[in-house]
Nanobody, 121 residues
Framework: QVQLVESGGGLVQAGGSLRLSCAAS????????MGWFRQGPGKEREFVAA????????YYADSVKGRFTISRDNAKNTVYLQMNSLKPEDTAVYYC??????????????WGQGTQVTVSS
């Protein structure tokens, strides 16, 4: 059974940093695109970042460009999201997802349960 398990969320002050991790099990995603999404209070889920299987291509939402960095370690079947210069509007539940296709902005096939990130002002 495929599982994506996020960790690393928490409470941080504005301007601070957090690093999210997403560990996959049940299958290898080294050839697959993986991404991060988030859903803030009262908002729809939105795309944050994605990375190709090799790690050679990355994609970011405009709202996080220059502040967040997505990376992966295929040997560990794990994807990371380094979040710097956090703002209160980054407060959300962050979800990891994996896609069997190659379009970062299309539907994703596997989802984690999410990890809460709260940024205080």
């Amino acid at each position: 059974q495929v599982q994506l398990v996020e960790s690393g969320g928490g409470l941080v002050q504005a301007g601070g940093s957090l690093r999210l991790s997403c560990a996959a099990s049940g299958r290898t995603f080294s050839n697959n695109l993986m991404g991060w999404f988030r859903q803030g209070p009262g908002k729809e889920r939105e795309f944050v970042a994605a990375i190709s299987g090799s790690g050679g291509r990355t994609y970011y939402a405009d709202s996080v460009k220059g502040r967040f960095t997505i990376s992966r370690d295929n040997a560990k079947n794990t994807v990371y999201l380094q979040m710097n210069s956090l703002k209160p509007e980054d407060t959300a539940v962050y979800y990891c997802a994996a896609q069997l296709g190659s379009n970062a902005f299309a539907g994703y096939d596997y989802w984690g349960q999410g990890t809460q990130v709260t940024v205080s002002s």
